[in-house]
Nanobody, 124 residues
């Protein structure tokens, strides 16, 4: 069992930076592939980034590639999403998620555990 909680959300101006964190409880965090997803108002939840269990492999949505960086610290049971060059279209509720599969994935159906989400708003 893994429990996830996001933090670091808030309001930022376009072009600014923000770092989201995901704190995990449970002994299996270090063996799980992790991901970030987001859901904008009136839209379906979409993939943002993923990282494998040891942090050696990452995957990004085209819309955030080059602007966002995903990382993890298994010693602290945390995962982060550094978001630079923010755009108004990045406004959404951001969710961290964990899966037990062997590979990282951009498919939210393959994730077993989810955090409650953190609101991020980018003003123009």
């Amino acid at each position: 069992q893994v429990q996830l909680v996001e933090s670091g959300g808030g309001l930022v101006q376009a072009g600014g930076s923000l770092k989201l964190s995901c704190a995990a409880s449970g002994r299996t965090f270090s063996s799980r592939n992790m991901g970030w997803f987001r859901q904008a108002p009136g839209k379906e939840r979409e993939f943002v980034a993923a990282i494998n269990w040891i942090g050696a492999r990452t995957l990004y949505a085209d819309s955030v590639k080059g602007r966002f960086t995903i990382s993890r610290d298994n010693g602290k049971n945390t995962m982060s999403l550094q978001m630079n060059s923010r755009k108004p279209k990045d406004t959404a509720v951001y969710y961290c998620a964990a899966r037990a599969g062997l590979e990282i994935s951009d498919d939210q159906r393959e994730y077993d555990y989810w955090g409650p989400g953190a609101q991020v708003t980018v003003s123009s």
